[in-house]
């Protein structure tokens, strides 16, 4: 072997290991239900004694994957597997969050590497290591690569800076939930880990850990903390906002909901309406389940840990199932002729908009500029035809992706049109293309495809497969058109005519009157 692989080797293996290595003095906390404490170093010995998640211990000397650690008047020994020490709880591994739908997984950071697995949007992983673009995952034993623009690394334990941040800018919440605590009552924690403290104090000595939605005793309040029973004769104050109270007479800071929404991005804003100029209640980060009271829109009215509802977007979370998205009403069939889109669904997606111009040509032709007018165009011809048009945009604004997925989801689209122009750094190439991404897709992007070529006198570049979101991320049938290249200075001259979108149109229009009369 050579001497650069063992020191790879070497290396992943400190790397993998580094929270089972404990030195020979200080303390450790539990990492497991239940710790069994024996009288030696090794399986074998006898039980003498056994620990909880959270409790903290002593450590006097080591023995291979064995610690020494004070037990009462006496000593014991436990598995160093199972704890972690407490300097090394500030630098766990980290845990991602996977923000689209089948994001593959590769053997190396380069989209030519071969798939070896996949990960749901909201679907969690363990971080290995990172590159600029790419993260490296660990996940049910098998280890490999994601592109990191689409996922999002998890937060997983408050820090006394964080806690304190949310004190202050929390206050009123925080007040209510302490105002709140009686007697037979229980305090359930609801983030990943919560320090337990001597004192109500966040500068008062920890005494354990507590995890999410563990349950503990509440014994008394002091402001905006509260006091827990550990078990054991053991007791420590928990800052009462990372939790809630739940028992006889906190049954109203109850919602019970047997649907949940998964955000997908860290600072995601939770608002007090429906409507993205709304005050922001708070702010939470990836990987935090939240309880659904109701649908509102694109929006879902979420219960809050202080009692309260706020609202948050549909775009910036996953249900976690596909039930939620499918529970739409009924839509009102309508006969259909042969020639006619009577009874059909159409959103249309104008690319870009906004702050996001899409691509410049090379005569200063705006993509954002021209996609809007060919889709109002488009609009009229398909109505014009009987079908129900749904429009992403309808002026210059911008519209998140996954936003516009939402709408298609929403209108239960029978067909979901993206318009694009596209470009090119070598401004010789030229010509139309028409996307899919999903196999279930690609006869829609043919029948379109072979409707603009009847239509339009500029090179077909054919129906083709592309990984695009608006495309991966929809349920319903998509395709996205790239209607030219604006990097061709030739070309962009017949885009931005008139004529060529009167003539673009109609032959999208007659790629979908192929499609719905040949699915008859």
Do not use: C
């Given at each position: 072997?050579?001497?650069?692989?063992?020191?790879?080797?070497?290396?992943?293996?400190?790397?993998y290991?580094?929270?089972?290595?404990?030195?020979?003095?200080?303390?450790?906390?539990?990492?497991?239900?239940?710790?069994?404490?024996?009288?030696?170093?090794?399986?074998?010995?006898?039980?003498?004694?056994?620990?909880?998640?959270?409790?903290?211990?002593?450590?006097?000397?080591?023995?291979?994957?064995?610690?020494?650690?004070?037990?009462?008047?006496?000593?014991?020994?436990?598995?160093?597997?199972?704890?972690?020490?407490?300097?090394?709880?500030?630098?766990?591994?980290?845990?991602?969050?996977?923000?689209?739908?089948?994001?593959?997984?590769?053997?190396?950071?380069?989209?030519?590497?071969a798939?070896?697995?996949?990960?749901?949007?909201?679907e969690?992983?363990?971080?290995?290591?990172?590159?600029?673009?790419?993260v490296?995952?660990?996940?049910?034993?098998?280890?490999?690569?994601?592109?990191?623009?689409?996922?999002?690394?998890?937060?997983?334990?408050?820090?006394?800076?964080?806690?304190?941040?949310?004190?202050?800018?929390?206050?009123?919440?925080?007040?209510?939930?302490?105002?709140n605590?009686?007697?037979?009552?229980?305090?359930?924690?609801?983030?990943?880990?919560?320090?337990?403290?001597?004192?109500?104090?966040?500068?008062?000595?920890?005494v354990?850990?507590?995890h999410?939605?563990?349950?503990?005793?509440?014994?008394?309040?002091?402001?905006?903390?509260?006091?827990?029973?550990?078990g054991k004769?053991?007791?420590?104050?928990?800052?009462?906002?990372?939790?809630?109270?739940?028992?006889?007479?906190?049954?109203?800071?109850?919602?019970?909901?047997?649907?949940?929404?998964?955000?997908?991005?860290?600072?995601?804003?939770?608002?007090?309406?429906a409507?993205?100029?709304?005050?922001?209640?708070?702010?939470?980060?990836?990987?935090?389940?939240?309880p659904?009271?109701?649908?509102?829109?694109?929006?879902?009215?979420?219960?809050?840990?202080?009692?309260?509802?706020?609202?948050?977007a549909?775009?910036?979370?996953?249900?976690?199932?596909?039930?939620?998205?499918?529970?739409?009403?009924?839509?009102?069939?309508?006969?259909?002729?042969?020639?006619?889109?009577?009874?059909?669904?159409?959103v249309?997606?104008a690319?870009?908009?906004?702050?996001?111009?899409?691509?410049?040509?090379?005569?200063?032709?705006d993509?954002?500029?021209?996609?809007?007018?060919?889709?109002?165009?488009?609009?009229?011809?398909?109505?014009?035809?009987?079908?129900?048009?749904?429009?992403?945009?309808?002026?210059?604004?911008?519209?998140?992706?996954?936003?516009?997925?939402?709408?298609?989801?929403?209108?239960?689209?029978?067909?979901?049109?993206?318009?694009?122009?596209?470009?090119?750094?070598?401004s010789?190439?030229?010509?139309?293309?028409?996307?899919y991404?999903?196999?279930?897709?690609?006869?829609?992007?043919e029948?379109?495809?072979?409707?603009?070529?009847?239509?339009?006198?500029?090179?077909?570049?054919?129906?083709?497969?592309?990984?695009?979101?608006?495309?991966?991320?929809?349920?319903?049938?998509?395709?996205l058109?790239?209607?030219?290249?604006?990097?061709?200075?030739?070309?962009e001259?017949?885009?931005?005519?008139?004529?060529?979108?009167?003539?673009?149109?109609?032959?999208?229009?007659?790629?979908?009157?192929?499609?719905?009369?040949?699915?008859?």
């Amino acid at each position: 072997m050579k001497i650069w692989t063992i020191v790879a080797v070497l290396t992943l293996a400190i790397f993998y290991n580094q929270s089972v290595i404990i030195a020979n003095s200080g303390t450790a906390v539990v990492n497991t239900a239940s710790l069994n404490v024996r009288s030696g170093p090794g399986l074998t010995y006898p039980v003498i004694g056994s620990m909880k998640r959270g409790e903290s211990v002593d450590i006097l000397s080591t023995s291979n994957d064995w610690l020494e650690i004070r037990l009462g008047a006496s000593t014991g020994w436990i598995a160093s597997w199972l704890v972690t020490s407490e300097e090394s709880l500030d630098n766990q591994p980290k845990n991602i969050i996977s923000k689209v739908n089948a994001l593959n997984i590769r053997t190396e950071p380069s989209i030519n590497a071969a798939i070896i697995g996949q990960l749901s949007a909201g679907e969690e992983a363990l971080m290995t290591g990172q590159t600029d673009k790419w993260v490296a995952i660990q996940k049910n034993g098998i280890d490999g690569w994601v592109y990191a623009d689409y996922v999002t690394e998890l937060v997983h334990q408050q820090t006394e800076k964080e806690e304190k941040i949310e004190s202050e800018s929390r206050e009123k919440s925080v007040e209510k939930i302490a105002s709140n605590v009686e007697q037979d009552q229980l305090f359930t924690v609801s983030v990943d880990a919560l320090n337990v403290r001597k004192k109500a104090d966040l500068k008062a000595k920890k005494v354990g850990l507590v995890h999410k939605d563990e349950s503990y005793s509440v014994i008394e309040s002091d402001g905006n903390w509260v006091r827990i029973d550990l078990g054991k004769k053991k007791s420590g104050w928990v800052y009462s906002f990372h939790g809630y109270l739940t028992g006889k007479k906190d049954d109203s800071l109850r919602h019970d909901s047997k649907t949940t929404v998964t955000v997908l991005t860290n600072g995601t804003n939770i608002r007090s309406s429906a409507t993205t100029a709304s005050e922001i209640v708070t702010r939470v980060n990836a990987g935090k389940r939240l309880p659904v009271v109701k649908e509102d829109g694109d929006w879902y009215e979420i219960a809050l840990e202080s009692g309260d509802t706020a609202f948050i977007a549909k775009w910036v979370v996953t249900t976690g199932d596909e039930e939620l998205q499918k529970k739409e009403q009924p839509k009102n069939t309508v006969a259909r002729a042969a020639g006619t889109l009577n009874g059909l669904t159409i959103v249309i997606d104008a690319g870009h908009g906004g702050n996001d111009r899409g691509t410049t040509g090379s005569r200063g032709t705006d993509e954002k500029d021209l996609t809007l007018l060919t889709t109002e165009l488009l609009s009229a011809k398909l109505r014009a035809a009987g079908a129900n048009v749904v429009m992403t945009r309808e002026s210059d604004t911008y519209v998140s992706l996954r936003k516009r997925v939402s709408i298609g989801h929403q209108a239960q689209a029978d067909a979901f049109i993206s318009v694009h122009y596209d470009a090119n750094l070598d401004s010789s190439v030229t010509g139309f293309t028409t996307y899919y991404t999903q196999t279930s897709q690609k006869s829609l992007a043919e029948a379109i495809n072979n409707g603009l070529d009847g239509a339009i006198n500029i090179r077909n570049r054919g129906a083709q497969p592309a990984d695009f979101l608006v495309l991966r991320e929809n349920k319903q049938n998509a395709v996205l058109i790239e209607l030219g290249f604006l990097s061709n200075p030739s070309e962009e001259r017949i885009l931005k005519t008139d004529l060529f979108r009167e003539q673009a149109t109609h032959g999208i229009y007659q790629g979908l009157l192929e499609y719905f009369d040949g699915s008859q």
